[in-house]
């Protein structure tokens, strides 16, 4: 993590968006609508890299801007974005509910990590 890892990204599991990508193109078009496939308005970045290093079992480090750089290279800016997003006006106006786990429930309990057979 950069820092202290205070920043955070949105998250949404790939069914949920799935799910919201069906709902988008059933409903008629209307200009200017966005949508956001969120199910967590921000994850702090300190929280999904300390989740993936317990999975990896390997010691979670901060990096500073150099060291980032050196270790993400191009990545570096989306790494260090701070990025709160709601979809509260997506899931009225479509109706939709994200259901399935959250992003660090489903790095420590899905099959992320599983060794391929």
Same mark, same amino acid.
């Given at each position: 993590m950069i820092h202290? %890892?205070?920043?955070v990204w949105p998250a949404v599991? !790939?069914?949920d968006a799935a799910a919201l990508? !069906?709902?988008a193109l059933e409903k008629p078009f209307e200009k200017g609508i966005r949508y956001h496939a969120v199910a967590e308005q %921000?994850?702090?970045? !300190?929280?999904i890299a300390g989740a993936i290093a317990e999975q990896l079992e390997i010691p979670l480090v901060s990096l500073n801007e150099q060291e980032a750089t050196q270790h993400f290279g191009?990545?570096?800016h989306f790494a260090e974005l701070d990025n709160l997003t709601s979809s509260e006006?997506?899931?009225k106006y479509l109706g939709w509910t994200?259901?399935?786990p959250t992003l660090l429930r489903?790095?420590?309990? %899905?099959d992320y990590f599983t060794p391929m057979q």
């Open positions: 202290q %890892g205070n920043n599991h !790939r069914l990508y !069906r709902l %921000g994850v702090a970045f !300190r929280s191009w990545l570096t006006q997506t899931q994200p259901q399935h489903d790095l420590k309990e %899905g």
